[in-house]
C-alpha cells in the first residue's frame, strides 16, 4: 500500500462547482503539504501544515483551502471551481528536522471545464 | 531571475552514456538540495539528497558548489530506464526547520537503445 494516498486520482468537473481532494498518510509524519503542478512550471506549494493545529498558505494559497482532520489527513478544498485551476495536485509528507525529503502521493489530475 | 533554474532539455543519450544537468539557485541562504526524478504524470520521487561533500548512489553522483550556487547531477552508464524528468529541488527555509522546498521545472532525460 503506499505512504501518502490521494483521492480521487482523476476528477472532471464544472466551474463553480465545490471539490475536495483528499489526503492520507501512514509514515507518521507531522508535516504535509499541497502542491500543484502546471505544464512547464515548477511545483507549486498551496497549503502546509506542520501539525493538526497549524496551517499555513503557500505561494498560491487564493482560491483554495484546507483542513488538518488528523495527523494523518489533510485536504484541499476547491471552493467555486474555475478552469485555470486545472491542473496536476499533489499532497507531500515529510518529517521535522532540516534537511528532511518531501514524500508524494501518486497526485489528482483535475480538470475543471 | 528564477530562483531554480534547470536547462529543459530533451537530453537525448543512448545506452551506456553519461549525462550530465546542471542546476543554479538564487537564495545563497539555502541549506538543503535534492534531486528528484518524476515519470510521465507520475509523482516526484526522492533520487537523492545533496551533500556539500558530494554523495554518489550506484551510477548517479551528485555535487554541490556553494560558492557558484550551483548543483549538478551525473548519470553514468545511462539505462532505458533512466528516462524520465529530473527536478532539480533547494530547500529555501533557511535554518529555521521549514521546508519550503522550491522546485525547478525539471530536465528532460530521453535514453534510446
Known amino acids: 500500500d503506499a505512504d501518502v494516498t490521494q483521492t480521487p486520482r482523476n476528477r472532471i468537473t464544472k466551474t463553480g462547482k465545490r471539490i475536495m481532494l483528499e489526503c492520507s498518510q501512514t509514515k507518521g509524519h507531522d508535516r504535509m503539504y499541497w502542491y500543484r503542478q502546471d505544464p512547464g512550471l515548477g511545483l507549486r506549494l498551496i497549503y502546509y501544515?506542520?501539525?493538526?493545529?497549524d496551517i499555513n498558505k503557500g505561494e498560491i494559497s487564493d482560491g483554495y483551502s484546507v483542513s488538518r482532520q488528523a495527523q494523518a489527513k489533510f485536504s484541499l478544498s476547491l471552493e467555486s471551481a474555475i478552469p485555470n485551476q486545472t491542473a496536476l495536485y499533489f499532497c507531500a509528507t515529510s518529517d521535522w528536522g532540516e534537511g528532511q525529503p518531501q514524500h508524494f502521493g501518486d497526485g489528482t489530475r483535475l480538470s475543471i471545464l | 531571475r528564477k530562483e531554480v533554474e534547470q536547462d529543459p532539455g530533451p537530453f537525448n543519450v543512448p545506452e551506456g552514456a553519461t549525462v550530465a544537468f546542471n542546476c543554479t539557485y538564487s537564495n545563497s541562504a539555502s541549506q538543503s538540495f535534492f534531486w528528484y526524478r518524476q515519470d510521465c504524470r507520475k509523482e516526484p520521487k526522492l533520487l537523492m539528497s545533496v551533500y556539500s561533500s558530494g554523495n554518489e548512489d550506484g551510477r548517479f553522483t551528485a555535487q554541490l558548489n556553494r560558492a557558484s550556487q550551483y548543483i549538478s547531477l551525473l548519470i553514468r552508464d545511462s539505462k532505458l530506464s533512466d528516462s524520465a524528468t529530473y527536478l532539480c529541488v533547494v530547500n529555501d527555509g533557511g535554518n529555521t526547520g521549514f521546508q519550503k522546498l522550491v522546485f525547478g521545472t525539471g530536465t528532460r532525460l530521453l535514453v534510446s537503445p
Open positions: 501544515s506542520f501539525d493538526v493545529k
